[in-house]
């Protein structure tokens, strides 16, 4: 799995990760229990500056991330503060995304605090929970638009095969 499909799915993992990557090590994977996993649906928009991968708006401040929605994750790939942050605002405190997989905890600095700016192409991945695919769609597309850099796209037809 590449980042972000990982960013998208493992979320929904409600076991922790730890306990399967030591299983997985020691080839006894096949002993655990079922993996147990949330009901909701996820679906992750890309954030990206235009003219990507060729282009970026390196050093363009980055601002919106204090109105995303609760449960709402924010992965930074190319952003310049705390590198490889994931950002939740529901508690306003982010980690590293494999610390955030083993542990399900969540600390960290406080995003309010910090300015973070944008370093390469791909800046963030939206990631955003809902009751059908539409719904969280639509959440991640909502909270993708409220993320600002110089030159901010995103593809707006990411689910929409999905849903015919």
Do not use: C
Request: glycine share 10%; hydrophobic share 45%.
């Amino acid at each position: 799995m590449r980042d972000m499909e990982a960013q998208v799915v493992l979320p929904r993992l409600q076991d922790d990760l730890l306990p399967l990557i030591q299983a997985t090590i020691a080839r006894r994977l096949g002993t655990l229990p079922p993996l147990q996993w949330r009901d909701e649906a996820t679906v992750g928009i890309a954030l990206v500056s235009d003219g990507y991968p060729e282009y970026a708006a390196v050093g363009s401040p980055l601002m919106g991330l204090d109105a995303l929605d609760e449960e709402v994750l924010v992965f930074h790939h190319e952003t310049a503060g705390p590198h490889g942050l994931i950002y939740n605002s529901k508690d306003h405190r982010g980690i590293r995304p494999f610390e955030k997989m083993v542990s399900n905890f969540m600390i960290g600095a406080e995003p309010h605090a910090t300015v973070f700016s944008i370093t390469g192409g791909h800046a963030l991945t939206v990631v955003a929970f809902g009751a059908t695919l539409n719904g969280a769609r639509g959440r991640a597309i909502l909270n993708a638009e409220r993320i600002n850099f110089a030159g901010r796209i995103y593809r707006g037809d990411i689910g929409q095969r999905e849903l015919s």
